[in-house]
């Protein structure tokens, strides 16, 4: 099979090539294969398994290493196209990883642990969370250091305050709805993406809630829509072109089988103070 490999060939699977997330990886991907000179393959995998493992096999014959943006293939699977040498690297994965398995992922927690230490040093003390789908790695690391920074602040945590939802709008207003139902609201809410928290903030204006004025609301992503909303988005940044550059970095590497320090890297994510956070009304 190694004959059969083009040289200087990075093969890469990704769900979909024009939503903004993945093409934002891709972006880095791509500047940072034309610094090393190689050539880019783009596998779509419409987020289909099957589709995903057969165009993994595709991709092991036609190139010299691949990556793999939030596959949803297991452990077992990875390793299994690991076995022969083929050198591949995971780019955001979706559930945990067996550690023998090289990736790149945004520092989520670090990212979680920001935007609820800010809420809290304005001053907010009932701070809601909507969480992702549950068992994805973004998710549970996001909701980790959610409840351990309010446990480091010493503030109680509120099994009322926090949902989960789909990483979208719909999801996210229909949660956010349930939140600012409940007996005793939340002041502030923590998306774990922009489109969870855009939908959030219309499910305040259905209300006549005020944004930042009676209810603060952060996300997670710091895509193009943060921007274009109104108030501008208060967010935790993901280097996403950052993550896809270092991704190439990990595999050439690999792919050259230089030594390297770890196969895991998280580029650091921070968050990003716009207009839909202020200190609540009265108290917390």
């Known amino acids: 099979m190694t004959d059969a490999r083009s040289a200087g060939r990075v093969g890469v699977l990704v769900p979909v090539v024009f939503d903004e997330y993945f093409a934002r990886i891709l972006?880095?991907?791509?500047?940072?294969?034309?610094?090393?000179?190689?050539?880019?393959?783009?596998?779509?995998?419409?987020?289909?398994?099957?589709?995903?493992?057969?165009?993994?096999?595709?991709?092991?014959?036609?190139?010299?290493?691949?990556?793999?943006?939030?596959?949803?293939?297991?452990?077992?699977?990875?390793?299994?196209?690991?076995?022969?040498?083929?050198?591949?690297v995971v780019i955001d994965p979706l559930v945990p990883l067996d550690a023998r398995i090289p990736s790149?992922?945004?520092?989520?927690?670090?990212?979680?642990?920001?935007?609820?230490?800010?809420?809290?040093?304005?001053?907010?003390?009932?701070i809601g969370a909507i969480a992702g789908p549950p068992g994805w790695v973004a998710t549970e690391e996001r909701r980790r250091a959610y409840r351990g920074t309010l446990a480091a602040a010493g503030i109680p945590f509120d099994p009322a305050l926090e949902l989960e939802a789909d990483f979208d709008f719909e999801s996210g207003t229909q949660a956010a709805v349930a939140l600012l139902d409940t007996v005793r609201p939340p002041t502030a809410i923590f998306a774990f993406s922009d489109m969870i928290a855009i939908g959030a903030m219309r499910a305040a204006r259905a209300r006549g809630i005020g944004i930042p004025d009676e209810l603060s609301i952060v996300g997670f992503d710091d895509t193009a829509y943060a921007t274009v909303v109104h108030p501008a988005l208060t967010t935790v940044r993901q280097p996403l072109n950052e993550m896809g550059a270092t991704a190439v970095e990990?595999?050439?590497?690999?792919?050259?089988?230089?030594?390297?320090?770890?196969?895991?890297?998280?580029?650091?994510?921070?968050?990003?103070?716009?207009?839909?956070t202020s200190p609540p009304r009265v108290g917390g």
């Open 250 to 276: 990990l595999l050439v590497r690999l792919m050259r089988k230089e030594p390297v320090d770890t196969l895991h890297l998280e580029p650091f994510t921070r968050l990003v103070v716009r207009e839909t």
């Open 104 to 126: 790149v992922a945004a520092a989520n927690a670090s990212g979680a642990e920001q935007a609820i230490q800010y809420l809290i040093d304005l001053g907010h003390r009932r």
């Open 27 to 88: 972006h880095g991907v791509a500047d940072a294969v034309y610094e090393q000179r190689l050539r880019l393959m783009l596998w779509p995998t419409r987020h289909e398994h099957a589709r995903e493992v057969a165009l993994l096999e595709e991709l092991r014959e036609a190139t010299d290493g691949g990556l793999l943006v939030l596959p949803e293939q297991s452990s077992e699977e990875l390793l299994h196209a690991l076995s022969d040498g083929y050198p591949l």
